[in-house]
């Protein structure tokens, strides 16, 4: 979306609270400059002394209160339609960015820090409401008073009018010079604020390395550097703001005395009256006060469009357009138990240059049957990560290389693929909620309602029950931000619980037992084998022993399956295989 | 208008602020100037209507113009300079504040950090300081200027006509009441709003920071639809704020002019009898946008004085907030120093810890002594408590019951700086800086050479891949070491302990994920550390296991067995369970 279209669509959303503004906004402008007029037949018939000028002037101070009342009940409506329309936009914009942000793969979220995201939201977003409320109000106030103004004070006095326009135009250059300055510096101190914000947010995350290895005196030295940054740049805002913005404020006054020296020589020559010079008077404050404004608009316009510079860095990413498309219900049962096949399947990391730039899969090729149990083993920097992330899509692919009941599963949104592949990750994510909520997290989604009888059973499962019930609040109990109430093997437990609560076709198990000990881990697996009779399961470990009870192996080395088999098969055909299982067996044999 | 409680909060504001006093003095200086220049335009107004327009008097009109334009000059600069000088003074206070509160934060105890989400503390740092900085310190300035003008200016008006003055004073209580009845409401407002805003930022935080989990588990639109929820009742309040606002706002600036209506009828008739002059009645009407303007700009001052005011309160909780050695008898650091240059020798006696000193202990009556030299294995299921005792030792917990002897010192009275260079901690999460690899080996230790850092890599057999990497060990870490693979991320933590060198090595799950091959590598390297340091190890490997002097075999907060390995063998008891029940288990 282009800049001017987002401005558009977003104007769009509240048109007729706008359109009504705009009606208001003229009212009152116009009862405005309708009130000195009145106020000024009051002034000059205070010189004369009959009773009908007696009428007269109360006549005239009735119009004055009773129009002033008029102004006050449609400048509410106006402030309303016109600033509601900020609020509601940064709503809409809020939903709009957290619903992008969930969707966009993860070659985005790789690239943007969270804190820098989090910023753009709670700051950024500001600008935005600005520019879409008082942006908005002060943008048609300022439109309306600065033509009506000087039509009813030409109406006057032409000269008069003419010569009031000479501080103006003095106070509007010296204006604009410090205008174009600050715009500069108000995009240079978001940057700032943000960089401070990143850097806050990456030391709170290892605050007790931090602690332990006495940082604090270098971590607070970074922070002092870059908030000093930050000083220097609001100080520099600040020099501007005070010492060059206010020309506009005082051209008011100037004004005044312009008034009062030139227009005295008017009414000495009978040009004038002094009514009119009051008038006048009145409206050098009704044109003083939008020219104070403009200072502000300019302001908010300025923030604004860094602001949607900010926020069209997030939406301008467009959502991979295959994962919008849904599939019908019927569709989607369709494809329920298939069989998952890889074919030729290469992968290589998208940033990666020069040297690193190789391939991390080679060429692999292998199926899953419906029901089918498969183990991959491999060790470090062999390819298993990639490749689980490539067979949940969590990674972008090519077309072409990975099957679901023979539909290219590239070619199906992501949410659909993932209603079939669970992946049970080695670093699981765990909400600052309850264990309940957390072992529940995505049942919503499914459709299904899981109650509590069901959450216990698959805590049983993933034998993380005992514990549960040792906490004080049992499942209710909260684990803290990240799961931090709860140990490695813990968390990974809760994680298998989760992915176990809802049927899915295909569970993939992404080396997610190395925190806990051996004797769980068999139990673990032998839950799982039951619970899950029907579905596909790959389970992913440089472990020999999780794998050795699987209808199928395949060893991966180096981004190739060097073989494939049963455990038996292997022992015979593998030296890789063979050497890995015995130099973990050997241990065994000496410890007993 | 204010009430004491939050004055109460601002006082940590001044505190900062009054560093800066001479700044400030100098900005306050001008504050009378301005006054004076105020007061001086009207009266020259009506010297020009009343002395030169109505009689008709040309001669010394130029005079007096040329002198008000003097006027508005003085006005002018006394004004930039009284802004500049206090938002010099407030931003450096903000400034001051932030370094403190950061300071503070890295002083708070393990237990604010699990109840408090990153977030939020976040938040405090940026942008309720943000609010500080602009909304409080633009407000009050602007507050205290038009409030001191607005008085100024009323006085005049009483001087040079009493009659008129009172007629505008008593528009003054209805106005006023207004104003108040309207700031309770945006108060109420603003906390809801406050805390609304707060509960979606960390929401969204963790959403993101989990947005892997949340798109393979499809559970995009059941966060959103509670993210929906929070935007909502943030947006509701919102809505509510505009209400007061814009009727404040608009019926403020409508007296304005039905106040200059009531002059007119009221003065019309002592212009008549001659009571009034026309210069007065006119300079009256002109100024009355000096009486009614700042009321009414005293609103946006107050409300952006209350929002910053919620974030006063926010800070308020951070500086009261229980630092980790408060309320805690400790030795001075002098008379500890001596004893705790070597680490000499670690008894726990009968040690009993809660989380939060509630709910069930995690560990119960936990005795066991470590010498120099010694290694020390903690083994058991996980939940057992294993890394409790290692939690408890590094002091990230502290208030544990029963007694902890360190150097033959209770732990609990030792200043945690003057203990920490004892022990080097390898933790579960590696957490990595956003530097080069150096220096998240050195951390930037001054003392530890590039050789060092080299050799702690070799020790570990990190430096190989390093060397494979662009840039060596110049290369740079992004977003927490995103652009390292999980094993080579712990290999630099690894490598990290070894280079900062601490007399015992606290060595937490450290090689899980790491694979056989590598781990072969690792347990060398660990059977070398174990042969010329203090070890303490939570490990499931069994070369750890078997090397050390002593295995703690816990379950449930309890140590159930004690002893070496093979006095633990030959009790035939869990332990030996553990290790001959399955053949899997020593595969690690």
Same mark, same amino acid.
């Given at each position: 979306?282009?800049?001017?279209?987002?401005?558009?669509?977003?104007?769009?959303?509240?048109?007729?609270?706008?359109?009504?503004?705009?009606?208001? /906004?003229?009212?009152?402008?116009?009862?405005?400059?309708?009130?000195?007029?009145?106020?000024?037949?009051?002034?000059?018939?205070?010189?004369?002394?009959?009773?009908?000028?007696?009428?007269?002037?109360?006549?005239?101070?009735?119009?004055?209160?009773?129009?002033?009342?008029?102004?006050?009940?449609?400048?509410?409506?106006?402030?309303?339609?016109?600033?509601?329309?900020?609020?509601?936009?940064?709503?809409?914009?809020?939903?709009?960015?957290?619903?992008?942000?969930?969707?966009?793969?993860?070659?985005?979220?790789?690239?943007?820090?969270?804190?820098?995201?989090?910023?753009?939201?709670?700051?950024?977003?500001?600008?935005?409401?600005?520019?879409?409320?008082?942006?908005?109000?002060?943008?048609?106030?300022?439109?309306?008073?600065?033509?009506?103004?000087? #039509?009813?004070?030409?109406?006057?006095?032409?000269?008069?009018?003419?010569?009031?326009? /000479?501080?103006?135009? /003095?106070?509007?250059?010296?204006?604009?010079?410090?205008?174009?300055?600050?715009?500069?510096?108000?995009?240079?101190?978001? #940057?700032?604020?943000?960089?401070?914000?990143?850097?806050?947010?990456?030391?709170?995350?290892?605050?007790?390395?931090?602690?332990?290895?006495?940082?604090?005196?270098?971590? %607070?030295?970074?922070?002092?550097?870059?908030?000093?940054?930050?000083?220097?740049?609001?100080?520099?805002?600040?020099? #501007?703001?005070?010492?060059?913005?206010?020309?506009?404020?005082?051209?008011?006054?100037?004004?005044?005395?312009?008034?009062?020296?030139?227009?005295?020589?008017?009414?000495?020559?009978?040009?004038?009256?002094?009514?009119?010079?009051?008038?006048?008077?009145?409206?050098?404050?009704?044109?003083?006060?939008?020219?104070?404004?403009?200072?502000?608009?300019?302001?908010?316009?300025?923030?604004?469009? /860094?602001?949607?510079?900010?926020?069209?860095?997030?939406?301008?990413?467009?959502?991979?357009?295959?994962?919008?498309?849904?599939?019908?219900?019927?569709?989607?049962?369709?494809?329920?138990?298939?069989?998952?096949?890889?074919?030729?399947?290469?992968?290589?990391?998208?940033?990666?240059?020069?040297?690193?730039?190789?391939?991390?899969?080679?060429?692999?090729?292998?199926?899953?049957?419906?029901?089918?149990?498969?183990?991959?083993?491999?060790?470090?920097?062999?390819?298993?990560? %990639?490749?689980?992330?490539?067979?949940?899509?969590?990674?972008?692919?090519?077309?072409?290389?990975?099957?679901?009941?023979?539909?290219?599963?590239?070619?199906?949104?992501?949410?659909?693929?993932?209603?079939?592949?669970?992946?049970?990750?080695?670093?699981?994510?765990?909400?600052?909620?309850?264990?309940?909520?957390?072992?529940?997290?995505?049942?919503?989604?499914?459709?299904?309602?899981?109650?509590?009888?069901?959450?216990?059973?698959?805590?049983?499962?993933?034998?993380?029950?005992?514990?549960?019930?040792?906490?004080?609040?049992?499942?209710?109990?909260?684990?803290?931000?990240?799961?931090?109430?709860?140990?490695?093997?813990?968390?990974?437990?809760?994680? #298998?619980?989760?992915?176990?609560?809802?049927?899915?076709?295909?569970?993939?198990?992404?080396?997610?037992?190395?925190?806990?000990?051996?004797?769980?881990?068999?139990?673990?697996?032998?839950?799982?084998?039951?619970?899950?009779?029907?579905?596909?399961?790959?389970?992913?470990?440089?472990?020999?022993?999780?794998?050795?009870?699987?209808?199928?192996?395949?060893?991966?080395?180096?981004?190739?399956?060097?073989?494939?088999?049963?455990?038996?098969?292997?022992?015979?055909?593998?030296?890789?295989?063979?050497?890995?299982?015995?130099?973990?067996?050997?241990?065994?044999?000496?410890?007993? | 208008?204010?009430?004491?409680?939050?004055?109460?909060?601002?006082?940590?504001?001044?505190?900062?602020?009054?560093?800066?006093?001479?700044?400030?003095?100098?900005?306050?200086?001008? !504050?009378?100037?301005?006054?004076?220049?105020?007061?001086?335009?009207?009266?020259?107004?009506?010297?020009?209507?009343?002395?030169?327009?109505?009689?008709?008097?040309?001669?010394?009109?130029?005079?007096?113009?040329?002198?008000?334009?003097?006027?508005?000059?003085?006005?002018?600069?006394?004004?930039?300079?009284?802004?500049?000088?206090?938002?010099?003074?407030?931003?450096?206070?903000?400034?001051?504040?932030? !370094?403190?509160?950061?300071?503070?934060?890295?002083?708070?105890?393990?237990?604010?950090?699990?109840?408090?989400?990153?977030?939020?503390?976040?938040?405090?740092?940026?942008?309720?300081?943000?609010?500080?900085?602009?909304?409080?310190?633009?407000?009050?300035?602007?507050?205290?200027?038009?409030?001191?003008?607005?008085?100024?200016?009323?006085?005049?008006?009483?001087?040079?006509?009493?009659?008129?003055?009172?007629?505008?004073?008593?528009?003054?209580?209805?106005?006023?009441?207004?104003?108040?009845?309207?700031?309770?409401?945006?108060?109420?407002?603003?906390?809801?709003?406050?805390?609304?805003?707060?509960?979606?930022?960390?929401?969204?935080?963790?959403?993101?920071?989990?947005?892997?989990?949340?798109?393979?588990?499809?559970?995009?639109?059941?966060?959103?639809?509670?993210?929906? $929820?929070?935007?909502?009742?943030?947006?509701?309040?919102?809505?509510?704020?505009? *209400?007061?606002?814009?009727?404040?706002?608009?019926?403020?600036?409508?007296?304005?002019?039905?106040?200059?209506?009531?002059?007119?009828?009221?003065?019309?008739?002592?212009?008549?009898?001659?009571?009034?002059?026309?210069?007065?009645?006119?300079?009256?009407?002109?100024?009355?946008?000096?009486?009614?303007?700042?009321?009414?700009?005293?609103?946006?001052?107050?409300?952006?004085?209350?929002?910053?005011?919620?974030?006063?309160?926010?800070?308020?909780?951070?500086?009261?907030? $229980?630092?980790?050695?408060?309320?805690?008898?400790?030795?001075?650091?002098?008379?500890?120093?001596?004893?705790?240059?070597?680490?000499?020798?670690?008894?726990?006696?009968?040690?009993?810890?809660?989380?939060?000193?509630?709910?069930?202990?995690?560990?119960?009556?936990?005795?066991?002594?470590?010498?120099?030299?010694?290694?020390?294995?903690?083994?058991?299921?996980?939940?057992?408590?294993?890394?409790?005792?290692?939690?408890?030792?590094?002091?990230?917990?502290?208030?544990?019951? $029963?007694?902890?002897?360190?150097?033959?010192?209770?732990?609990?009275?030792?200043?945690?700086?003057?203990?920490?260079?004892?022990?080097?901690?390898?933790?579960?999460?590696?957490?990595?800086?956003?530097?080069?690899?150096?220096?998240?080996?050195?951390?930037?230790?001054?003392?530890?050479?590039?050789?060092?850092?080299?050799?702690?890599?070799?020790?570990?057999?990190?430096?190989?891949?390093?060397?494979?990497?662009?840039?060596?060990?110049?290369?740079?870490?992004?977003?927490?070491?995103?652009?390292?693979?999980?094993?080579?991320?712990?290999?630099?933590?690894?490598?990290?302990?070894?280079?900062?060198?601490?007399?015992?090595? !606290?060595?937490?799950?450290?090689?899980?994920?790491?694979?056989?091959?590598?781990?072969?590598?690792?347990?060398?390297?660990?059977?070398?550390?174990?042969?010329? *340091?203090?070890?303490?190890?939570?490990?499931?490997?069994?070369?750890?296991?078997?090397?050390?002097?002593?295995?703690?075999?816990?379950?449930?907060?309890?140590?159930?067995?004690?002893?070496?390995?093979?006095?633990?063998?030959?009790?035939?008891?869990?332990?030996?369970?553990?290790?001959?029940?399955?053949?899997?288990?020593?595969?690690?």
């Amino acid at each position: 979306m282009t800049k001017s279209k987002f401005i558009i669509h977003y104007l769009m959303l509240n048109k007729y609270s706008y359109l009504f503004a705009i009606v208001c /906004i003229f009212v009152v402008n116009y009862l405005q400059v309708e009130i000195p007029r009145y106020i000024q037949l009051a002034v000059d018939l205070l010189n004369e002394s009959t009773t009908k000028s007696k009428e007269g002037l109360l006549e005239n101070v009735q119009w004055v209160i009773a129009l002033s009342v008029v102004m006050v009940v449609i400048r509410i409506l106006s402030r309303m339609f016109s600033l509601n329309p900020g609020r509601i936009t940064e709503a809409a914009l809020k939903n709009d960015l957290f619903h992008r942000l969930n969707r966009l793969p993860s070659t985005f979220h790789e690239q943007y820090a969270s804190g820098k995201l989090i910023s753009i939201i709670n700051n950024d977003l500001n600008g935005i409401r600005l520019f879409y409320g008082i942006g908005f109000l002060q943008l048609f106030n300022i439109l309306f008073a600065l033509s009506l103004t000087p #039509i009813w004070m030409w109406r006057i006095s032409p000269q008069l009018t003419m010569y009031s326009a /000479i501080p103006i135009v /003095i106070a509007s250059v010296i204006f604009w010079l410090g205008f174009r300055k600050l715009r500069a510096l108000h995009a240079k101190r978001l #940057i700032r604020l943000q960089n401070l914000s990143e850097q806050l947010m990456n030391y709170l995350s290892g605050i007790d390395l931090i602690k332990n290895q006495q940082m604090s005196e270098w971590v %607070t030295n970074e922070v002092n550097r870059v908030n000093a940054r930050l000083f220097d740049c609001t100080m520099q805002i600040a020099k #501007i703001q005070t010492f060059f913005m206010p020309i506009l404020d005082y051209a008011n006054h100037f004004m005044k005395v312009l008034i009062l020296g030139l227009g005295g020589y008017y009414l000495l020559q009978a040009k004038l009256t002094i009514g009119q010079i009051t008038a006048f008077l009145s409206y050098s404050v009704l044109l003083a006060l939008p020219l104070m404004h403009l200072g502000r608009i300019a302001t908010v316009y300025q923030m604004g469009m /860094i602001s949607i510079d900010s926020v069209q860095s997030i939406l301008n990413n467009e959502v991979p357009s295959n994962d919008m498309l849904r599939m019908s219900d019927a569709e989607k049962s369709s494809l329920q138990g298939s069989t998952l096949l890889v074919q030729n399947l290469s992968y290589r990391y998208p940033n990666a240059t020069g040297e690193n730039n190789e391939w991390v899969l080679k060429d692999l090729s292998f199926s899953v049957e419906s029901g089918e149990k498969v183990g991959v083993l491999g060790s470090i920097g062999s390819g298993k990560s %990639t490749l689980v992330n490539c067979l949940n899509h969590h990674l972008s692919l090519d077309t072409g290389q990975i099957f679901w009941g023979g539909k290219d599963i590239t070619l199906m949104s992501r949410q659909d693929w993932r209603s079939y592949v669970r992946t049970i990750t080695q670093d699981p994510f765990l909400f600052s909620d309850t264990i309940s909520e957390n072992v529940k997290f995505g049942v919503k989604q499914q459709g299904q309602g899981a109650d509590d009888l069901d959450v216990d059973q698959v805590l049983e499962l993933s034998q993380l029950h005992e514990d549960v019930q040792r906490f004080g609040a049992g499942d209710q109990t909260l684990v803290g931000e990240k799961g931090i109430m709860l140990s490695g093997g813990q968390k990974q437990r809760l994680s #298998i619980a989760r992915a176990l609560l809802t049927p899915s076709d295909l569970i993939i198990m992404d080396n997610v037992l190395s925190a806990v000990d051996y004797e769980t881990e068999r139990t673990i697996l032998k839950g799982v084998f039951n619970r899950i009779q029907g579905q596909s399961l790959l389970v992913v470990s440089h472990r020999v022993s999780a794998l050795e009870y699987m209808d199928k192996i395949l060893v991966l080395e180096q981004g190739e399956i060097i073989a494939r088999g049963t455990h038996a098969q292997l022992l015979e055909s593998c030296s890789y295989y063979r050497e890995t299982w015995e130099l973990q067996q050997h241990e065994t044999e000496t410890a007993a | 208008m204010i009430k004491s409680p939050d004055l109460q909060y601002l006082k940590h504001f001044f505190h900062y602020a009054s560093r800066y006093k001479k700044t400030a003095v100098i900005g306050l200086l001008m !504050m009378p100037i301005s006054v004076a220049a105020n007061l001086l335009f009207p009266w020259l107004v009506i010297q020009v209507i009343d002395e030169h327009l109505t009689p008709g008097k040309y001669a010394g009109l130029m005079v007096l113009i040329t002198f008000m334009l003097v006027v508005l000059v003085v006005n002018y600069i006394a004004d930039a300079f009284y802004t500049y000088c206090l938002r010099l003074t407030g931003q450096k206070a903000v400034f001051d504040m932030r !370094m403190a509160l950061f300071e503070r934060i890295l002083k708070l105890p393990r237990t604010y950090y699990d109840k408090t989400p990153t977030g939020v503390t976040l938040s405090r740092l940026t942008s309720d300081l943000e609010v500080i900085g602009e909304s409080f310190v633009l407000g009050v300035l602007s507050l205290v200027k038009d409030s001191i003008n607005t008085l100024a200016v009323l006085i005049f008006m009483f001087f040079i006509n009493w009659q008129l003055a009172m007629l505008i004073l008593l528009v003054f209580p209805p106005v006023l009441m207004l104003t108040q009845y309207v700031r309770n409401r945006l108060r109420e407002m603003y906390a809801i709003t406050r805390s609304s805003l707060a509960k979606g930022t960390g929401f969204l935080q963790e959403c993101l920071l989990g947005v892997k989990t949340v798109q393979l588990y499809g559970a995009e639109e059941e966060v959103e639809s509670k993210y929906h $929820g929070y935007t909502e009742d943030f947006l509701r309040a919102q809505l509510k704020t505009n *209400k007061y606002d814009a009727t404040l706002f608009s019926i403020i600036t409508g007296i304005t002019s039905i106040t200059i209506g009531l002059i007119i009828w009221y003065g019309s008739g002592k212009v008549l009898a001659g009571v009034v002059s026309l210069g007065v009645l006119i300079a009256f009407i002109n100024t009355l946008e000096k009486v009614f303007v700042p009321l009414r700009d005293f609103t946006s001052q107050i409300a952006s004085i209350q929002r910053s005011f919620a974030a006063f309160e926010h800070i308020e909780e951070l500086f009261v907030e $229980g630092l980790e050695e408060d309320g805690r008898t400790l030795l001075p650091p002098e008379t500890l120093k001596d004893k705790l240059i070597n680490f000499e020798s670690l008894e726990f006696k009968n040690v009993r810890f809660r989380y939060g000193g509630k709910g069930p202990y995690v560990l119960d009556d936990v005795s066991f002594k470590l010498n120099k030299g010694q290694q020390l294995a903690l083994v058991g299921t996980t939940g057992s408590g294993k890394s409790t005792i290692i939690r408890i030792m590094s002091k990230t917990y502290m208030d544990y019951e $029963g007694s902890i002897l360190l150097n033959g010192i209770e732990l609990s009275s030792i200043p945690k700086e003057t203990m920490l260079h004892l022990f080097s901690l390898m933790q579960q999460d590696v957490f990595l800086f956003e530097q080069n690899i150096h220096f998240n080996i050195s951390l930037g230790v001054d003392e530890i050479s590039d050789e060092a850092v080299v050799d702690a890599a070799e020790y570990v057999y990190a430096h190989d891949f390093i060397l494979g990497l662009p840039s060596q060990y110049q290369f740079e870490l992004k977003n927490s070491g995103s652009n390292l693979s999980a094993g080579q991320a712990q290999l630099i933590s690894f490598a990290r302990s070894v280079a900062q060198g601490g007399q015992v090595m !606290m060595l937490d799950e450290a090689t899980s994920s790491v694979d056989s091959i590598t781990e072969s590598l690792i347990q060398k390297a660990i059977g070398r550390l174990f042969e010329e *340091k203090t070890v303490i190890a939570i490990a499931h490997r069994l070369s750890t296991i078997r090397h050390s002097d002593q295995i703690l075999v816990l379950n449930q907060g309890k140590i159930v067995e004690q002893g070496s390995h093979q006095e633990l063998l030959a009790m035939k008891g869990v332990y030996s369970g553990l290790l001959t029940d399955d053949a899997n288990i020593a595969d690690d």
